[in-house]
């Protein structure tokens, strides 16, 4: 076996995968452990759901595994370290959800501006008629230059919205935010000004708690939020208190780790809190662009051996690969025969 899959690839994608792999599709290992561990002695590549971590002892029952690949993004399941020591690459297909995660950022926006669409969603045919707001003319906060910000900005032009941004860590002088038509801003600002904030921030540990009392003391009264960054960017006690107080009148947050918002958290139970379970990326179209992108990485690692830059591929500087690769350069994410 060189392929062992415990999430299913969209299925052209496995076919093409399979006419030049062995592999085995085995997804009840994702819920043993000690079963998994067993399975890998052999295997030189791995494609993994979100809940299956990858442990410095997981890779150590894998000798001559090459890579570790996933449809979904973020790294906090693996060990990034651990998988460089092992010389084992790291491929998600990033990119391939940019436009998933910007349009489910819109539309949760759209929802609750006009919250009369969810009630009738939920079989409330007799609600009474509910007075919604316009995304025309509105301003909205970027907090974050995440890829799918970059999307997001251009629906929100297109539907002929303001919009204001901020990043911790791009300079307000940088040409991407003239690029994407973003007037760029200090934080207090965003806030004081946005009649909706979109946070899609690249996390890291450096962030946790971010928005907090200090910051969401400048919310412009009645904001809506939606976020697809991870939910350890909210300090809860000041999400709770916004929420609580009108200063933010509702949230919507896709994919909070477990206890954000769970029994004795200030987040529990408020009805102006709304959270779903990671279903930004969650499309037909993003499932088939990251499995032909984790396809075709695959298949490259594994017969990278007859190319004289191999060592690089398994080695290099930066082990998680949401990029084209070095042997082929720029790589298409949809179907590579349309």
């Known amino acids: 076996m060189e392929i062992l899959l415990l999430e299913r690839l969209a299925p052209e994608a496995q076919a093409w995968l399979q006419a030049r792999h062995r592999l085995a599709f085995r997804p009840e290992l994702a819920e043993d452990a000690g079963a998994l561990r067993r399975q890998v002695y052999n295997v030189q590549a791995l494609v993994l759901p979100r809940k299956v971590v990858v442990t410095r002892e997981l890779l150590d029952f894998a000798p001559v595994l090459r890579a570790v690949a996933r449809l979904h993004v973020g790294t906090e399941n693996t060990d990034l370290e651990a998988c460089r020591d092992h010389r084992v690459r790291v491929i998600q297909g990033t990119h391939a959800h940019v436009r998933s995660n910007a349009e489910y950022l819109l539309a949760s926006l759209l929802l609750m501006m006009r919250r009369g669409i969810g009630s009738a969603l939920r ?76 946070v899609q921030v690249l996390y890291a540990s450096r962030f946790q708690g971010f928005i907090n009392d200090k910051v969401l003391a400048h919310c412009k009264p009645g904001q809506l939020w939606v976020a697809t960054t991870r939910s350890r960017i909210f300090e809860a006690q000041a999400l709770a208190n916004a929420l609580k107080d009108g200063r933010i009148e509702a949230a919507m947050l896709d994919g909070a780790e477990s206890g954000f918002a769970g029994r004795g958290s200030p987040l529990a139970d408020l009805p102006n809190l709304h959270l779903t379970p990671r279903i930004g990326s969650l499309t037909e179209e993003s499932r088939q662009r990251a499995s032909w992108y984790v396809a075709q990485r695959l298949h490259e690692t594994l017969t990278a051996h007859r190319q004289p830059n191999y060592d690089t591929i398994l080695s290099g500087p930066a082990p998680l690969d949401s990029r084209p690769s070095p042997l082929s350069g720029p790589a298409p994410l949809e179907d590579p025969r349309s």
Do not use: F
């Open 123 to 198: 079989g409330e045919r007799d609600a009474p008629p509910m007075i919604g707001r316009e995304l025309h003319g509105s301003v909205v906060g970027i907090i974050g230059l995440a890829p799918s910000a970059h999307a997001l900005a251009m629906m929100l032009h297109a539907l002929g919205a303001r919009v204001i941004g901020y990043d911790p860590a791009v300079h307000h002088t940088a040409s991407v935010w003239s690029r994407l038509h973003i007037e760029p801003m200090g934080l207090q600002d965003v806030l004081s000004k946005a009649d909706a904030v979109s």
